[in-house]
């Protein structure tokens, strides 16, 4: 009797185990059509899920992406970029060139027009004084406030507002990135914050009034936010009614409440669960190109790989094609080859990906003095092995598995590839913070860069940007040093018009390419799941966020 | 007890202090800092970390920091401003804690309400069919993840039953309304009460099963009491007292598992706030937190070493 009941046990605990699985069974896949065309209806709301709670609603002192994003709802700039990463006029009327006269022959002066009848919130006009202001609070000119970045708006020297629609920036040097970077985000309104002492832990950037398409109602947080439309919005109201953003700090919870119905977006899902996020029967799974591309960082500091054979030698020696395949079968990610975006008008086109070469690679290590003597395999330059260390962010178990076939891939051109990971607090670490790859404790890291939308990467690739004693925040943590690099980028941003920055840019890119610098490897593929009745969802892949065009989404009855 | 309670209280001040440097000296030992999130992966300016640093007082050096901060404390109660959000920390953590504490209170209350008599009940029927499945189901309960546990739960009653919501507190934009509470409340305060529900209900059988053979029970059975009376009036008191201060010590360990079920929920707890506190290293934040939460298990400590004596007439603290 006694061992009747154990068993009994057992097989009750099995069967409900079985049947829990049976019920996670795929779902069969729905064809999905276009959800950008169709006659919007109005009304109705969309519930948002979000990872990471933004720390506050202020798109210049925020150190997080998801703040820039829900900015969106609330605030504007005088420009944004679209999800095809192209600047676009927004508050202003155009955006500025030397064509249209926004911009002056010597590029010193910048015009911005701003459209008509714009008003705050509350109301109130939104007139160039705010632009103005807008810029005072970024300089430290209001209050104690401490944006991430001054760099752009630190090169004017004098800010003019002739009539209500028009602001004019002197500058004090040519600043290239100018329009396409500066006031992306928001215009501040002046009425509401100039007699704030101090714009850090002032309680409106938790409830901001701004000039968007939505209104923030209430901010509960760790749980959610609430935004109402706003009817007065300048490109009309916006079609939905309400827009709920939820915060929910695990994949897999969010993953479980976009097939309950309990949110109609999932906004970043993990390449790891693209399978799981495909098969919601309710929802569209959208793919687009990343901003970031993954790269096999060199240290140039390091003897062996100063010497450009060997990266050369590297890279044609590492299969990137198979990688990608192995690892990120259903993304299919494309290959990177430089430090620009493809979409990007500064992208070089005719660089083509490093094709797969062993016997090149080999080659070119024989030459570079690298030889297998005693035949072990691993190849020797005065009695030293070829041995490199690799090194990524631990925990991440793709770049994990990516250490483990490079090691393979390289063993097979004779080189020795050891494996040593931090946690990434460590790995990216500022230099008085030790960060190993700042401090150059490194010989190749795996990690992913940021292309921007303007091409300027002068802080990556210049030699007074390498981390030191004296600047301890360098980003150049290669530690390359090209002087023609340097010289390129500084000609680069020294002048306004397009077609001459592009000619600089495409040069930049055939060096680094040449050089070997880094190995580039692919872009990030975002994924991004709603539901099939959200239309006009544009994911964006670019800092602005994927609700830039959040007025013109509208939800199916 | 009056004279016992203040001595207890006065002994957490030096604890508090204690716990205080230890928690300042660890995270500033931690690689990586709150300047990080601020230089990867961006552009920007030498001068742009400087007037960051200057404004978040990490250029002082690290003891005037400590005592800045303790001077604060003690004197203003004020744990200082996040470096993250720029909101007070004593605001961040009154916003949480109610949360937490409902949570840990509620997956407490259910610990009790199920172990004891499950507990019980498998020591008086001892090898009994009911005893088995108790017994197979706490080591299974016992053994389990939460995070694993947790995931189950949504998929059963989220997805497959759509019964119950599998995230967060309460329903968007919904005014009060004690049901919803309740609704969002029973997933996770289930989860986080599985454990122990397992531990302890194994804590009091064997507790149980210990003091029927004592002397005294066989003497209450010579008597010709009833097996009622004699659990209620006799076992029962004496057998809760080891078990009572298991519950006093593993209730730290509530609070913990707060954290891993706060996350999968989407609990808005102090635990989750710790949690991202801690990846950012938004040191002020970090402090304030575990001086607080070291605050709730001492004052949970010593409302267990109360209930020790209530059930225990031999102890008393004088």
Redesign the interface.
């Known amino acids: 009797m ?1 061992k009747n ?2 068993w ?3 097989f009750i ?1 099995t069967a409900l185990s079985v049947s ?1 699985v049976a ?2 069974q795929r779902k069969e896949k729905l064809s999905r059509e276009s959800l950008t065309e169709g006659k919007p209806v109005k009304g109705g709301q969309i ?1 948002y899920g979000m990872l990471e709670e933004p ?2 609603l202020d798109p210049y002192s925020s ?1 997080m992406l998801s703040s820039a994003n829900v900015c969106n709802l609330c605030f504007d700039g005088l420009i944004k970029v679209d999800n095809e990463s192209r600047v676009i006029s927004w508050l202003a009327e155009e955006v500025p060139t030397i064509a249209n006269g926004g911009i002056s022959e010597d590029g010193l002066t910048i015009t911005y027009k701003l459209k008509k009848a714009i008003k705050w919130q509350d109301g109130k006009p939104l007139t160039s004084g705010d632009v103005k202001f807008t810029w005072e609070v970024i300089m ?1 000119k209001h209050g ?1 406030y ?6 752009g708006y630190d090169r004017v020297e004098l800010v003019k507002t002739p009539d209500e629609r028009t602001v004019i920036f002197h500058l004090k040097e040519v600043y290239a990135p100018f329009v396409n970077t500066l006031f992306q985000f928001a215009i501040f309104p002046k009425h509401l914050l100039e007699k704030s002492q101090d714009l ?2 002032d309680s409106f950037f ?1 409830r901001p009034v701004g000039s968007g398409p939505f209104k923030i109602k ?1 901010w ?5 936010i ?1 935004a109402e439309a706003n009817s007065n919005y300048f490109l009309g109201r916006p079609n939905l009614d ?1 827009i ?1 953003i ?5 994949d ?2 969010l993953f ?2 976009m ?2 119905g ?1 949110i109609d977006v999932w906004e970043m899902v993990p390449p790891t669960m693209s399978q799981q996020a495909e098969q919601i029967k309710e929802a569209k799974l959208y793919k687009t190109t990343a901003v970031n591309y993954e790269n096999y960082a060199f240290n140039h500091s390091n003897p062996i790989l100063s010497d450009k054979r060997v990266r050369k030698a590297l890279w044609y020696g590492t299969d990137i094609k198979t990688i990608l395949e192995k690892l990120y079968p259903d993304s299919d990610p494309s290959i990177a080859v430089t430090d620009q975006y493809p979409k990007s008008w500064a992208y070089n086109k005719n660089l083509k990906p490093y094709p797969y070469d062993p016997q090149k690679a080999k080659k070119l290590l024989e030459k570079a003095g690298w030889k297998d003597v005693d035949g072990d395999g691993i190849r020797e330059k005065n009695g030293k092995k070829l041995t490199l260390t690799i090194s990524a962010p631990s925990g991440k178990k793709d770049r994990e598995q990516k250490e483990e076939i490079l090691q393979e891939q390289w063993r097979k051109i004779g080189v020795d590839l050891k494996i040593k990971n931090y ?1 990434s ?2 790995l ?3 230099f ?4 190993i790859l ?1 401090t150059g404790k490194y010989d190749v890291a795996i990690f992913a ?2 292309a ?1 939308v303007d091409p ?1 990467d002068s ?1 990556l690739w210049s030699i007074d940007q390498i981390p030191s004693k004296e ?5 150049n943590s290669y530690f390359y040093r090209n002087p023609k690099i340097d010289r390129l980028c500084k000609e680069a941003v020294k002048t306004m018009n397009q077609e001459k920055r592009k000619k600089y840019y495409w040069r930049i890119q055939e060096i680094l390419y040449e050089d070997a610098v880094t190995i580039f490897e692919r872009y990030w593929v975002d994924l991004n799941s709603a539901t099939l009745k959200l239309h006009q969802f544009k994911p964006n892949p670019t800092n602005q966020g994927h609700m830039w065009n959040v007025y013109e989404w509208w939800k199916e009855k | 007890m009056g004279f016992y309670l203040k001595r207890r209280l006065l002994q957490t001040i030096p604890l508090l202090l204690i716990i205080a440097i230890l928690c300042f000296i660890l995270i500033h030992q931690t690689p990586g800092g709150p300047l990080s999130v601020y230089t990867f992966g961006r552009k920007i300016a030498p001068r742009d970390i400087e007037r960051i640093k200057d404004s978040l007082g990490l250029n002082k050096p690290l003891y005037w920091q400590f005592f800045y901060w303790l001077r604060q404390v003690v004197f203003y109660g004020d744990l200082g401003y996040s470096y993250v959000t720029w909101q007070p920390v004593s605001k961040l953590i009154w916003e949480r804690l109610p949360n937490t504490v409902i949570l840990m209170f509620s997956a407490l209350f259910l610990s009790i309400l199920f172990a004891f008599p499950i507990g019980i009940f498998s020591a008086l029927k001892k090898y009994s069919l009911f005893d088995y499945v108790a017994t197979t189901f706490s080591f299974i309960g016992y053994s389990i993840p939460i995070f694993w546990l947790g995931l189950m739960a949504q998929l059963v009653f989220s997805v497959k039953l759509g019964l119950l919501p599998s995230g967060g507190v309460r329903t968007p934009g919904l005014p009060f309304n004690l049901l919803d509470r309740i609704k969002y409340l029973v997933l996770p305060s289930f989860v986080l009460a599985l454990t122990f529900i397992a531990s302890w209900s194994r804590y009091m059988r064997a507790s149980l099963l210990g003091k029927l053979r004592e002397n005294y029970v066989i003497t209450a059975r010579a008597k010709g009491l009833s097996e009622v009376a004699i659990l209620f009036k006799h076992v029962l008191r004496n057998a809760l007292i080891p078990v009572v201060t298991i519950v006093g010590l593993q209730l730290p360990l509530i609070f913990s598992g707060a954290v891993i079920t706060e996350t999968i929920f989407a609990w808005p707890g102090i635990g989750r706030l710790l949690f991202h506190a801690l990846l950012r290293r938004d040191y002020p934040l970090i402090q304030g937190i575990l001086l607080i939460s070291s605050l709730v298990v001492i004052l949970s400590n010593l409302l267990a070493d109360i209930a020790y004596a209530y059930i225990n007439p031999r102890i008393r603290y004088e």
Do not use: A, H
């Open positions: 006694k009941s154990l009994l046990t057992i605990i829990v019920g996670c519930i720390d506050k150190q430290g104690k401490t944006p991430v970045t001054t760099i850090n832990k938790r209430e509960k947080s760790g749980e959610y609430i309400r709920i939820k915060f929910i700090p695990d897999n919870t479980t409440q097939r309950t309990e946690d607090l460590t990216f670490g500022s008085e913070e030790g960060g700042t860069w940021i921007g300027d802080s600047n301890p925040s360098g980003q």
